[in-house]
């Protein structure tokens, strides 16, 4: 009897130990062949130091400017990461009229990491229950600073925001619907549609994204929009009980230290 009372009293007193994910998010590298390879290094280095990171999310403006052998230099040192990646289109990174359309940005990474999965620069992917979308807002025939989502993309975002309604949602972009900073050049053209849409779908916990290059935090109708600024600074995200339906989501602002050795 004592001993199923001791065993009783382990199983109560137990501790419980919350679901959590970490990931990175790094955005607006402006990348070239010739420019910011040593820093991207010492980011790749850092991160493969770390331990339980999930994954990396690159939020745009992964290059300088639209040139496939600068996206080939990129996708060789990224593809040295010891956890899978994810890539976001952002203004600079394609131009139909120069090196790089929408396509052909995703069929050189298909060729270069053969592993990759997204086929279009809007996708889904999933991590123990939690999906991810990336939302492009990107515009490759007239590039501009200005992010628009098309209507289509706002339709195929409603059906998989409908199709994953009992799941956390967090959704990756490049251009914020919410403006960190007074730079109209910026601003997403009527983003009101696509925050109404949000606001009928209560499973989306977090927009993340670039390109202002400023860091901020925003709780919109219980959405928080996370904004970050260009390396040397990134993000580290967990999410704290993530299977449950209010999960906790703390970002934490890192800086590489690019003096040392």
Not at 11 to 39: G, H, L
Not at 193 to 220: C, M, P, T, W
């Amino acid at each position: 009897m004592k001993k199923i009372l001791i065993l009783l009293s382990l199983i109560f007193t137990a501790p419980v130990f919350a679901a959590d994910m970490r990931f990175v998010q790094v955005s607006d590298i402006n990348f070239s062949e010739s420019q910011k390879i040593e820093i991207l290094e010492k980011f790749v280095d850092e991160i493969n130091s770390q331990k339980n990171i999930e994954f990396v999310v690159f939020t745009g403006d992964n290059l300088n400017r639209p040139v496939k052998t600068d996206l080939e230099a990129f996708l060789k040192e990224v593809k040295k990461l010891n956890c899978p990646f994810y890539i976001v289109i952002g203004d600079h990174d394609v131009n139909k009229h120069k090196d790089l359309s929408k396509i052909q940005y995703i069929k050189t990474i298909k060729k270069k990491i053969r592993k990759y999965k997204p086929e279009a620069p809007n996708y889904v992917f999933e991590k123990d229950g939690v999906i991810f979308i990336v939302v492009d807002g990107s515009k490759d025939v007239i590039p501009g600073t200005n992010g628009f989502y098309k209507e289509e993309t706002l339709k195929w975002l409603e059906v998989e925001l409908s199709l994953f309604s009992d799941k956390n949602v967090i959704i990756f972009q490049h251009f914020p619907l919410i403006p960190p900073s007074e730079r109209e050049a910026y601003y997403t053209f009527k983003p009101e549609n696509y925050l109404q849409l949000l606001n009928n779908h209560q499973n989306v916990k977090a927009v993340i994204s670039g390109h202002f290059g400023v860091n901020r935090e925003q709780d919109v109708n219980g959405v928080l929009h996370i904004s970050t600024a260009p390396l040397p600074q990134y993000r580290v995200i967990d999410i704290l009980d993530y299977d449950t339906p209010n999960p906790t989501i703390w970002a934490q602002l890192k800086k590489l230290n690019i003096n040392k050795p």
